[in-house]
């Protein structure tokens, strides 16, 4: 396994480490929040899927990512963050990449990634890279992504959960402007565009989807290409 704490110590420096009390043990990376360790741990909320299996109509992201077929796309999502989303989506049977701008957060993605084992990988690659210079990028040999999924942060009333990951939302910070990320977005996906807002959120830079998958405080807004 790769060693995370000291390639963070080498992109971020030792202010920001000790700013966000990082650190490293035999369980991996962690993060201090009101005095406990926090960690990346998509297995803790999704080890009910991996026992029993993946039911995708429970799931309002799963729909709006695989959209009205069964034919499984390949993903790529354009706001990482803690992968939260990225691990559930590649849970499914996606491949998926995972985009995170972010030196700190990304450290964080791959070593969770790392600490997987071999009953609960899944076709999840995380890059450390701005997503619109990544997509511009693209090779043109090969297959650009069925679906982009974007995240864009929208304003929470941070409760207590929020609140201990919330050093981590505001280290991710914008990827480029909203219309952007949208317009790149739009251009480079090869099926739709699924964008993740608040029920109380108007559409992603005013512009109409196609259709939307609405929660009681989340909506997702598919945009067919």
Known sequence: MRDWMNWLLRNEGQERIKTYGIGSDADG???????HKQRVDWIKKYRHILDN???RKAF???RAIWGKSNQC???????AGLGKDAYL??????SVTACE???LVYGFLQNAIDRLDSSERVLLTCVHADVISYMK???VTRKRPDVVYL???FNHRLNAKVKQHAWILREIGEHGTQAELLEASLSFALSRVVVKRSVKNTWLQNKKPTYSIEGKTTRFDIYQV
Do not use: H, T
């Open 29 to 35: 990376l962690f993060w201090c929040f009101d005095g």
């Open 53 to 55: 299996g993946l039911d």
């Open 60 to 62: 309002k992201l799963l």
């Open 73 to 79: 796309p390949s993903v790529l999502d354009a706001c």
């Open 89 to 94: 989506i590649a849970l499914s049977g996606c």
């Open 101 to 103: 701008k972010s030196a």
């Open 137 to 139: 990028k693209w090779p």
């Open 151 to 153: 995240d864009p942060m």
